[in-house]
Structure formats: C-alpha cells, structure tokens
T-cell receptor, first 114, second 113 residues
Framework: GESVGLHLPTLSVQEGDNSIINCAYS??????FIWYKQESGKGPQFIID?????DKRQGQRVTVLLNKTVKHLSLQIAATQPGDSAVYFC?????????????FGKGTHLIIQP | DTEVTQTPKHLVMGMTNKKSLKCEQHMGHRAMYWYKQKAKKPPELMFV???????INESVPSRFSPECPNSSLLNLHLHALQPEDSALYLCASSQDSRGDGYTFGSGTRLTVV
C-alpha cells in the first residue's frame, strides 16, 4: 500500500505486506529529516532519520528515501505487523541545525488489517 | 537513561489558575523544546532552548512562559489559559544543534475548563 503526499490521511494495508508512506517537504534548505511513529495517547517515537547528504538509509524493517530534487521523502515498512498501526509523521529541520526545531507534515494513519 | 520525562501526564485547570508543566532529561542534551499538539494534528513548535538560553519563540502568547533552570530541566508556566489551549504539550531534546538524538517525551494532556 502507498500513501500520496500529505493529502491521504489514512493508509490501510494487509498484515505482512509492505507499506510506503510519502511526504512532500517544503523547504529546500532543510538538511535533516526524521520519521516518527505516534500511537494514541503517546508522544512521537523516533523511527529513522536521514541527512541531506544521503538519499537512502535503512533500519530494522524500515527504509527512508530522500529525493531532494522534488523535495520528497518516503518511509518504507517491510512485512507490516499489527504493532505498526499508528500515525506516522515526517519532520524536517529548517535552518541546518536541530536547535531550530522541527516542522512536521500532516501525518498518515497506518492501519494494519489482519 | 534515554528518556525525556514529562510531568504531570494529565492536567485539568481553570482559566484563572496558574500551573506548570515539567520536563526532564539526563542524556546530556543541550537543546530542549516545547511543542503543542491538537487532536489529529501534527506537533507545532512553541519554544526552543539552546544551551539554557531561549533561542526561538514561535509567537506564543505570553500566557505561556518557558523556563530552563538548568541543562536537564525545562518548565512551561501556564497562566490565564483559554479553553482553546487544551492540547497535548510535548517536550523534546536533542544532543546539539545538529539535532542528533531528537527525542520526545510522552506529553502532558492539558484540559482548560
């Protein structure tokens, strides 16, 4: 399953399938990007990050892709599990340093169907 | 310790009350942040402290007053809030200006009545 930019708030996938969550960021000067997972009633949980000098980074079951030409970021989750159900936010740092704060995308609600 | 701890977890306050939210981290992070999150919306930056000095105030009303007593603690003092200020208030910290280790707490769920 795949979400489209910031305009598809919900993505539903079958358990075991791969999912792709997309994000279009706003500022070409942003040089640090983070994906967060937020479960109901909890704070955002760090998933994976990437700096602008890279175009791909892999973690455990997750991959982040960065396309600076079109200012696009994606999160791929392999073999989705029920525990992956949450809202996923991309966040960008504008200004070249974390101490400037993060700007978040609108979020995608990922639903894992059994 | 790799956590950002926020207290209280829930707070209900009247519009004439004064209350404070607290945030603590012991990761040696030198940047700390307050964010506000309304239901079904992304977090929005309120304040940034870098090396215990306020570096960013995102045009937040003066009824919200941040304080950084030391490198491990961050407070948010609340006074004369409005019902529309009800939200989840999130604290975060990062190692330095590069943003490494950007970590959020679980938040304080604030209800203004």
């Amino acid at each position: 399953g795949e979400s489209v930019g910031l305009h598809l708030p919900t993505l539903s996938v079958q358990e075991g399938d791969n999912s792709i969550i997309n994000c279009a960021y706003s500022n070409s000067a942003s040089d640090y990007f983070i994906w967060y997972k937020q479960e109901s009633g909890k704070g955002p949980q760090f998933i994976i990050d990437i700096r602008s000098n890279m175009d791909k980074r892999q973690g455990q079951r997750v991959t982040v892709l960065l396309n600076k030409t079109v200012k696009h970021l994606s999160l791929q989750i392999a073999a989705t599990q029920p525990g992956d159900s949450a809202v996923y936010f991309c966040a960008e740092n504008i200004g070249g340093g974390g101490a400037d704060g993060l700007t978040f995308g609108k979020g995608t609600h990922l639903i894992i169907q059994p | 310790d790799t956590e950002v701890t926020q207290t209280p977890k829930h707070l209900v306050m009247g519009m004439t009350n004064k209350k404070s939210l607290k945030c603590e981290q012991h990761m040696g992070h030198r940047a700390m942040y307050w964010y506000k999150q309304k239901a079904k919306k992304p977090p929005e930056l309120m304040f940034v402290y870098s090396y215990e000095k306020l570096s960013i105030n995102e045009s937040v009303p003066s009824r919200f007053s941040p304080e950084c007593p030391n490198s491990s603690l961050l407070n948010l003092h609340l006074h004369a809030l409005q019902p529309e200020d009800s939200a989840l208030y999130l604290c975060a910290s990062s190692q330095d200006s590069r943003g490494d280790g950007y970590t959020f707490g679980s938040g304080t769920r604030l209800t203004v009545v």
